[in-house]
């Protein structure tokens, strides 16, 4: 019901930055929380940041620092600002959406972020 499209995903060397967005389309739920997380072949999915539709914000410790989550005034579109990246950041990343109260969780397809040395 709830449909998340991610854009920003690129090629980018070591240091430099990127911004990813995510807009979400459908049922919303006024009462959320959205998030990015990322993957690399092997591992796990990892959370990097998310954010609650009161504007909390929880970010990964690799994340600290550098990267920043922020949210529109319509609460449907999230973005990743991501600053000094590293090439340990190279992963997919993946918008999320989690309902609060409600029990409803959506996933982007993902956007592919690849950092050269």
């Known amino acids: 019901q709830v449909q998340l499209r991610e854009s920003g995903g690129s090629l980018v060397q070591a240091g430099g930055s990127l911004r990813l967005s995510c807009v979400a389309s459908g049922s919303i739920i006024a009462r959320n929380t959205m998030g990015w997380y990322r993957q690399v072949p092997g591992k796990q999915r990892e959370l990097v940041a998310t954010?609650?539709?009161?504007?909390?914000?929880n970010y990964a410790d690799a994340a600290l620092g550098r990267f920043t989550i922020s949210r529109s005034s319509a609460k449907n579109t999230v973005s990743l600002q991501m600053n000094s990246l590293k090439p340990e950041d190279s992963a997919v990343y993946f918008c999320?959406?989690?309902?609060?109260?409600?029990?409803?969780?959506?996933w982007g397809q993902g956007t592919r972020v690849t950092v050269s040395s």
């Open positions: 954010i609650t539709s009161g504007g909390l914000t």
């Open positions: 999320r959406f989690n309902a609060i109260g409600v029990r409803y969780d959506a």
